[in-house]
Nanobody, 119 residues
């Protein structure tokens, strides 16, 4: 089974930028995506990208976050800009599918990486 390992989280000030990465243990042609979970809230979709580069974003991050992938490195990236305290969460990588333009997660998740934007 594919394993996912996130990296790159940290603390950044409001308005700053941060990138996180997710490396898969072996080649995958799946759609890959990012979710996040803030304290006391449900896990929510952030962005997804297909093997061919088709992307989808949550409304709350559209225009601020960019998802990309390097298939040769089995890695997906999330570039986050104009960060806000509301973006504070644990960010999780996932393998998924696109169905009717909607990202559908599978049960394969990374361990998560913390992103903190102090208020």
């Amino acid at each position: 089974q594919v394993q996912l390992v996130e990296s790159g989280g940290g603390l950044v000030q409001t308005g700053g930028s941060l990138s996180v990465a997710c490396a898969a243990s072996k080649s995958t042609f799946n759609v890959m995506g990012w979710y996040r979970q803030a304290p006391g809230k449900e896990r929510e979709f952030v962005a997804g990208i297909s093997e061919s580069g088709k992307t989808s974003y949550a409304t709350s991050v559209k225009g601020r976050f960019t998802i990309s992938r390097d298939n040769a490195k089995n890695t997906v990236y999330l570039q986050m800009t104009s960060l806000k305290p509301a973006d504070t969460a644990v960010y999780y990588c996932n393998l998924g599918i696109f169905s009717n333009e909607r990202y559908i997660p599978t049960s394969i998740w990374g361990q998560g990486t913390q992103v903190t934007v102090p208020s």
